[in-house]
């Protein structure tokens, strides 16, 4: 009886546990089912006033084929560099965005990230820090990067990246769309685009701040904002993003220690760069005004619209 009885007590604590044990997966699979990560590869241009972060924000729950899905950012790469360097032999030079030893390709095979969002830049597809001055490094790189991330289940998305007025920039564009086009990219964020527009409608918008001329001004920042929205949602941004958001200051300052110690990174902030604390520690906003707001929403929907018209024509079933 007592054997019986003891047989009888360790199944119904083996049931129990396999029971929890059970539950507990289900239940991580439901938290991952509820949230998708979205990678960024990128330097400055990219990270500057935690664009991942602020883009994540306004499409969060909205995403194409995910509504209702948390958006979670990510972002790998370093500062100052084209993301073709990344295939480079040997490459260990990032600064944000991998574990010791990882390489952005590991990061993507061993992660499966679903979307990864690649810098891509007119000047760089125009041959700047290119070796052959060709620009054919950069095609190439991205057109790598496409493939690994479609090999692991994921799908990539441009980031059209040019904040310059010249004729070059504008053929760095066209050279971006043919190479979309080749990579049948279905997520075409056309920044640089929607800023050529502004540029000819309203040059007395800055979209620049006169004392950086590398990033995205507070102005641009908020138009890229809502060309993300239009790419990754499907839906007009036209009086969706709110009008007062989180910027970086522009030009050299010195860091505000006391805001400094106070400061508590959030899950994104933290993985970054420890010497990017002091900007986002600054806590500084930018205010638009509505009728500005309204005015780069507008531009923001239709370029991107006609974007997607445009790839949809041109890429071959």
């Known amino acids: 009886m007592t054997f019986n009885f003891t047989i009888r007590s360790v199944m119904i604590h083996s049931l129990r546990f396999l029971a929890i044990a059970l539950i507990s997966s289900a239940l ?11 990678l ?46 990344y295939l480079e032999p040997g490459f260990n030079k990032y600064e944000y965005g991998v574990k010791p030893g990882q390489s952005f390709l590991d990061k993507i095979r061993d992660e499966k990230p679903p979307f990864v969002v690649l810098q891509t830049v007119c000047r760089f597809i125009m041959g700047d820090y290119d070796p052959t001055k ?9 057109t790598a990067y496409c493939e690994a991330i ?17 004729e070059r920039e504008a053929e760095g564009r066209q050279r971006l769309f043919d190479l979309a086009v080749k990579n049948k990219i279905k997520l075409f964020a056309p920044c640089s685009k929607a800023w050529a527009r502004v540029y000819r409608e309203k040059p007395e918008l800055a979209l620049q701040h006169p004392q950086d001329n590398a990033h995205p001004g507070d102005a641009g920042h908020f138009l890229n904002l809502a060309c993300f929205y239009a790419a990754l949602t499907g839906e007009s941004p036209v009086g969706k993003l709110p009008r007062t958001y989180p910027v970086w200051p522009h030009g050299k300052y010195e860091a505000d220690e006391a ?26 906003t930018a205010t638009l005004d509505e009728a500005t707001a309204i005015y780069l929403e507008t531009v923001a929907w239709e370029v991107s619209q006609d974007m997607k018209g445009k790839l949809k024509a041109a890429i071959q079933p």
């Not at 991580?28 to 979205?38: G, H, K, P, Y």
């Not at 194409?64 to 958006?71: A, F, L, M, N, P």
């Open 28 to 38: 991580s699979q439901l938290a991952a089912a509820d949230s998708i990560t979205l």
């Open 40 to 85: 960024f590869a990128g330097s400055s241009s990219t990270y500057w006033n935690d664009f991942p972060r602020e883009a994540a924000k306004v499409v969060d729950g909205k995403f194409v084929g995910h509504v209702g899905t948390k958006i979670v950012p990510e972002i790998v790469g370093r500062s100052g560099s084209d993301i073709r360097v």
């Open 134 to 142: 060709t620009g054919e490094a950069h095609a190439k790189a991205i």
């Open 150 to 166: 479609r090999a692991a289940g994921g799908e990539p998305i441009f980031f059209e990246m040019g904040w310059a007025k010249t």
């Open 259 to 284: 805001k400094l110690a106070a400061f508590k990174p959030d899950a994104y902030q933290a993985k970054m760069a420890k010497w990017m604390l002091k900007h986002m520690s600054m806590g500084q």
